[in-house]
């Protein structure tokens, strides 16, 4: 079946480090891929997103690439802030043009990043 | 644009008592989604549904979860007879589309006692 396996945290840094969390997925077919951030007491929010191979989502200085030989979407950022800390899920959606797709995101277990000053 | 909203936010029952939890998309989004989060873990999907009609609810925990959109607008998640393994939070999402993003309530945080 369809599942995401991301990088266990929590991870800590300091603030202007350049961070890395890894994300890999099994799919049949093509899915989409995101990242979603979860700030402390917020719901969820999209950070970014691809919809097909070599795509680069990219928001607010984190960036993605689809990797489908590799079958990852590595969040990255260059230089952290005390603000970025949050948790950082990775997820999957099927595409609308297999069949019987419903639109339902994977998730996975979600990554802790805290930075500190 | 409001958001997706939920209601109420934090609930406490006790074993064995019904509990409903409101959620109101994102005016127009045709499509709404539930899912359940534990603690670690990322958000497990529930059910759908596409306007009024429930598409998918084979993944409802048990015949104890049931949902409704009755106009296509805002959605229940009722559970009967709870226990203490249905603590979690409850998040509500919505969309435009299939294939389209996703937005997120706050949830609804139950604990069972």
């Known amino acids: 079946g369809n599942s995401v396996t991301q990088m266990e945290g929590p991870v800590t840094l300091s603030e202007e480090a350049f961070l890395t969390i890894n994300c890999t997925y099994t799919?049949?077919?093509?899915?989409?891929l995101f990242w979603y951030v979860q700030y402390p007491g917020e719901g969820l929010q999209l950070l970014l997103k691809a919809t097909k191979a070599d795509d680069k989502g990219s928001n607010k200085g984190f960036e993605a690439t689809y990797r489908k030989e590799t079958t990852s979407f590595h969040l990255e950022k260059g230089s952290v802030q005390v603000s970025d800390s949050a948790v950082y899920f990775c997820?999957?959606?099927?595409?609308?043009?297999?069949?019987?797709?419903?639109?339902?995101?994977?998730f996975g277990k979600g990554t802790k990043l805290s930075v500190k000053p | 644009d409001t958001g997706v909203s939920q209601d109420p936010r934090h609930k406490i029952t006790k074993r064995g008592q019904n509990v409903t939890f409101r959620c109101d998309p994102i005016?127009?989004?045709?499509?709404l989604y539930w899912y359940r989060q534990t603690l670690g873990q990322g958000p497990e999907f529930l059910t759908y549904?596409?306007?009024?009609?429930?598409?998918?609810k084979s993944r409802l925990l048990s015949d104890r979860f049931s949902a409704e959109r009755p106009k296509g607008s805002f959605s229940t998640l009722e559970i009967q007879r709870t226990e203490q393994g249905d603590s979690a939070m409850y998040l509500c999402?919505?969309?435009?589309?299939?294939?389209?993003?996703?937005?997120f309530g706050p949830g609804t945080r139950l604990l069972v006692l």
């Open positions: 997820a999957l959606s099927e595409p609308p043009f297999y069949g019987g797709s419903q639109g339902n995101l994977i």
């Open positions: 799919a049949t077919g093509y899915p989409s």
């Open positions: 999402a919505s969309s435009s589309g299939r294939g389209e993003t996703q937005y």
């Open positions: 005016s127009e989004h045709n499509r």
């Open positions: 549904f596409q306007n009024e009609a429930q598409l998918e």
